[in-house]
């Protein structure tokens, strides 16, 4: 096995992996949304997905249906795009709950959340200022109040 890359093409260092009760339609989640690709699909006998590799942009997402005795687990995204805004319409069209609608945030994005129909959080971004840590402090400061 010469030649073989510790991390595959197209992988990063952390690869997101769901457990979902629902894959199939997180999968159709995330294709409508944020024009996700599918790579791969692996499915069970009883057509429940046991492995996908969907890309969301330029990042590997991995989900499988919950089962063998896994929990599904729900957790948090944070996603950059060109334009947010359109992006948050998207996912909420694809049938995302809104979370908060795409605010201009003191540390410098623009963003919003999403939940999708298995319970995950997807907050989608836009960077629309550098902040120097100094501001940022100030800022954050101002927040708390």
């Known amino acids: 096995m010469k030649n073989v890359k510790p991390i595959p093409e197209g992988y990063t260092t952390v690869t997101p992996y769901l457990m979902v ?7 159709q989640f995330l294709k409508d949304a944020f024009g996700a690709e599918q790579i791969s699909l692996h499915e069970g006998e009883d ?27 729900a957790a948090m995204f944070y996603l950059y795009f060109k334009d947010c805004d359109a992006v948050f319409k998207a996912a909420v069209k694809a049938g995302g709950k809104p979370v ?16 999708d129909p298995c319970g995950n959080d997807w907050w989608i971004a836009t960077h629309i200022e550098d902040v120097s840590p100094a501001e940022l402090e100030k800022r954050a400061a101002q927040q708390n109040r």
């Open 47 to 73: 057509r429940k997905v046991m492995n996908a590799e969907i890309r969301v942009g330029s990042s590997m997402v991995m989900v499988a249906d919950a089962m063998r005795g896994h929990q599904p687990k």
């Open 100 to 115: 908060i609608e795409p605010t201009n945030m003191f540390y410098g994005d623009r963003s919003g959340a999403v939940q």
């Open 21 to 27: 009760n629902g894959a199939a339609k997180l999968i």
